[in-house]
């Protein structure tokens, strides 16, 4: 797996060892257990050969949040090269068992979702009970005190299909929702789907698994291979057709274009359509207003809002698309936060033996929502949002439901519990 | 003059000199070994590191191959810590003689060597990168040999049995009484002093030197020195031993060898073993070969260079050579100078190969007893080698035995050498036990500076923890470390290109922008210093520089790109950064794309405006300014020149404001250089310093100590503080040893950065220091004092201590150049600029004399920035702004505009590293007008959107000149003065 011919791992000749990527990671910055990007990716790679036992053991402590890679100025694929060196060590068996049962259920949201989400107030009451997170902690080594939202009433594809749909739609997409939209935060899905279908889009749900991220970053690389082969599979003939495959979350987005082929070595013609014809939901936003067919009609919304950019979102390296797309809004006020990371880094954060430092590394990033203040807070990735409110009581939202808000659209929790927002509709 | 008396004199300490010694000692001989340098200096420490299973020999000479894999079993028994179970392929490749196969591999069988054929699926399974179109493979027992270490085992080896090896004692000439040698008249390089050694016995075991030592005597043997080539790659491409499968010859094997590959080898007679050198075509021809066994080899990154001198024994006396046939092999030679020429007291043994080392020792030593008239049985196929101390294990070595050793005892945070997981107990071992007497010494026994940085990171390491450790006069040290960055270079000069030759010029930026090496007190070189190879000859027709092809231009996924920029700046040193700051604070809807971060994180901190106006000076200038009107006048394409004086005032005054109010003044003016120490102690130029460095102003008289941290590998006060007395500036040093650092697993400057931004870690430091200050009127720390607050950390410094503190630049990551960085990103941001990174620029749309749009790389697409105008601060060749091939091209990695490089490779360096010259290749860039718009050869500009500021300005060696930061900040902006032209002002 971690052969040093793949083009990942080929990268590692581009290191200058100039450690750039050791003073920009958030991970080593709060922790000694992680020696650095720059230790475990290039310097580190050039020891393993394959077939051999792997020897790293730090690894493990690297969250994937790609901080190393956007700041290298040689072009190292260092957090593509711990992804694979962490996938040798569970191929290896070199994580403990009830350690890997704990990532595959960590990493299995739509599995989880689909267990629990049918019998929710149960499994809600289940999460929020702290004896039962106790028992997680101890059996499982997820940690107590992770922030696992409540599952939802009604899942999103339930919601979708009874929803009015437009009747004079003239051009189709693909949304692909993800896990969370549809097991825990359905009012995504929701908002995006109004904000498509206003711009006159009829909106096409194929069938879906997870996008197979989190296995991913855990080394799962197997079942991740599969759910790929199988989004692709439902996927590519609309990417063909050239239907764009557009996605709130920025992980899930950047599995599809990147990181699933990438790291899978999955370099097939369909992956490749599927990839280029896949958008992030304000990268496609941007695309239509570029062709001036974006729906320009929006209400004021007098807000001062703290808005992080997560670190999957930022390696999609678009720049800053959900800050261009929010700008349109009148009367809106961004600010966007400096910090790299939020800590979660998708699943590791929930991990017992990483929640601290998952909160140390946010810790910044909390500041900052604190000082903004403001009803809400903004972020592009699910966890981040959890991750954010967890730590700092400020519920945090999606850029699409502002921009749903901003076209009119009927307020849903958080948004509508802002004073602002609802004075700003009656007035 | 020094006199030993001894049974047995060897000379020369090779792989056979060493093998021999142990024999003898194992055999209860009283030996001395002399060598007149390290161990494994010679060609022993200089050859592929193959482990013959025999299979190269099988058709051209069975006999060698019949030795090569008894010694082959024998060694992989007796010393499998110096030998890595890689197995060998051998291949044939497209244009082979297939005829040869069936030889080979009948050869294999007569000679015992297990041999099977191998499927081409299995083949590629195995090793991914080779040749697909190899139509046949068979597996055979080769290995990876480690010569250092096996001398290096085999002298202890033979110390535990009471024999005595003297390194850096060179022979002058063996002492003849007659019709006999009775011993060897040597000099002691370390010593400087002469030694006699008497005894009953001297083997010549000095490999190419062998005729040379052979002739003191008046005996002449005739050793044609052999010259064989080869380069390294910079990692492991493949995990087996691939040899082609044809008649032996140049550049047909490829080696894995600790953390590389290892391509060799050319075979060139040269007259004298000490003078050879590297020649282009022979690196041409290892790229071509390459090729044939790896499909883009010649792209692959190389390491390094070096030769090695085969001895080729030539014998002159026929009827002795026909009696030699019958005693022992062809493939090595063993000389009985009583039968051959009359002369008692002699043998030499030469010829031979790594792989038959102990055979050669063991027929060399039966000799001796034969002349001895004793007979005592050889014990060294028998005995194990002892096991080095902080190795894994009593098995083959293997390749992640470093890293499995450091992740177990969580020693990341140890590391002199990085790039070879070289630990400080692994230094300390070799500087203490080892007995090294030079950093290349050190090199040997634990591969310091032999990883891609080749000694980038780790000669200052290397020094400091020498000096610490030993307190030699500290100019020994000085000359230690020059010696040892020029011997890293020897290597480099003939593969310097490409990502190595950024590399090579980030090296460039820590030893003469940052630490001032070149200035330090003391000799250029010791003569304990490498000979260097010598200087290729000039080539008739070298090959034509060959252009790289373009990046393959693929039709972006997102359409037009953002309307409406108005400046685009590609690149985040100090100059992308200057000059976006500039455009944002005119008012330019300004966006910063950059791959990665630049060089503010490798430079000191400083804005080095100019500190010496010519190669030869000694002296820095005094007043920069005066520096800049007569570099201006003699050089009138130097960027100081094009931008003129008044706007470089302006340039300064308007940053120094910028930086004063964002609470991190920078002082200093053009009219004066301060002079700051560095972190090896030279004293250092610069034009502005940080607040936080001025106590540290060398003009001043008072007393300093320096203060590092026991846990911190990148600064050693001692060296310093030396250093400075050495230049009449009183100091004294301190390690503190920290109570709450002793429990972290690594202690690098960003973490003691972060920790002096806290009160807690500065009254921690205080309390430990304020005892100790003695008479010291201000204290010098590593350039850490605080990220986010540094003149807090500072000022509270100050206060608790009662002295003044100030702060020494060093190793890279640097923390006042994070500082700047910081500082202008946030004064762009405050100007509504946009800095995004890992956004690398891989192609623009042009049209009509104008660049319409840039494309970077995105996941999955390419992302267009359209803008009114361009300005180009991508860097130089450490930026990765220019680019460089190895057929000596150079071209802007972005538009792929013309550098105007030297046409030659060869032509690209000077003889050395510190060559005061500087390197030509160094000062090619763009050309440009005063307008900073990059110009084409009839002096039009390219484009008329385009500017260019920073490192890939040609016209000057910012290094060389010390004007690194002073260029960037000028050029940056005028560059963003001028793409803002025409547009309002502020």
Redo the contacts between chains.
Sequence with gaps: MT???HPVEMS?????????C???CPV??VT??F??P??QGP????????G???????IDYCSGCRVC???????VKIAEMNARVRATLVEQGKVPPMQRLRNNLVARAATLGKVAQPVAPLANLALSLKPARWVAEVTLGIHHQAPFPPFASQQFGDWFKKHPRPTNPTRQVVYFHGCSTQYYEPRVGRAAVRVLEANGFEVLIPPQNCCGLPLLSNGEFKAARQYHKNNVRSLVEYARQGIPIVGTSTSCT?TL??EAPELLDMHDEATRLV??G?YDFN?FL??LH??GRLKLDLHPIPLTLAYHVPCQY???????PGT?VMNLIPELKIIESQAACCGIAGTYGYKKEKYAIAQQVGSELFDFVRQVGGPVAICDSETCRWQITHATGVPVVHPVELLAAAYGFELESPLAEVAALQAARVG | MRHIQTEILIIGGGATGSGIVRDLALRGFKTVLVERRDLATGTTGRYHGLLHSGGRYVVRDPQAAKECIEENRILRRIMPQCIEDTGGFFVLTPGDDPDYVPRFVQGCQQAGIPCEEVPIAQMLRAEPLLNPAITQCFRVPDGSADSFLAADLNAASARQHGAEILTYHEVDRLIRSEDCVVGALCHDLVKDENVQIDADLVINAAGAWSGAVAGTAGIFVQIIPGKGSMVAVNHRVVNTVINRCKMPSDGDILVPAHTVAVMGTTDIKVDNPDQFGIEPWEIRLMLEEGEKIIPGFSGLRLLRAWAGVRPLYNETKSGYAAAQNREVSRAFVLLDHEERDGVKGLLTITSGKWTTYRKMAEVTVDKACQKLNTARPCRTHLETLPTPEGHGGTGYHYLGMRLAHIEHEAEYGHLICECELATEADVTRAILQGEAKTLDDIRRDARLGMGPCQGGFCTLRAAGLLHQLRHPAVIEINVALRDFLKERWKGLLPILWGQQLRQERLNEVIYLNVLNVDHLPGGKASRLGAEMYAPPAPESSPPEAQRPAPAEPRIPSTSHGQPGLDVLVIGAGLAGLVAAWQAAWRGQKTRLIAKGWGTTHWGSGCIDFLGYDSPEATRPVDSPLQGIRTLSSSNPQHPYALAGEALLAEAISEFQALSTEAGYPLHGSLDKNWLFPTAVGARRPTCLAPETMLAGDLSLRTPMLIVGFAQCPDFYPSLVAENLNAQAVFASDLLLDLPSLRSRRFVTGMVLAQLFDTPEFRREVAEALKPKLANAARVGFPAVLGLDHALEAMHDLQERLGVPVFEIPGLPPSIPGIRLHKMLIAEIEKHGGRVLDGMQVIGAETEGGRIRAVFSEAAARHKPHRAEKFILASGGILGGGIQTTNTGYAQDTVFGLPIDAPPARTDWFQPEFLSAQGHPIFRAGLTIDQRFQPLDPQGQPIYTNLYAAGGILGGCDPLRERSLEGIALVTGYLAGQAASLGAKQP
């Design positions: 052969a040093p011919q590692l000749d581009q290191c200058l060892k100039c450690n750039i050791t003073t920009a080593a910055a000694d257990l020696p650095g720059k230790y310097q580190g790679g050039r020891f393993r050969q394959p051999q036992p792997t020897p790293d053991h730090s890679n956007m700041v290298c100025p040689a072009g950047l274009k990147e990839a280029e896949t990268e941007l695309l570029e062709e930022r390696a999609h390296r678009l720049g800053r261009e």
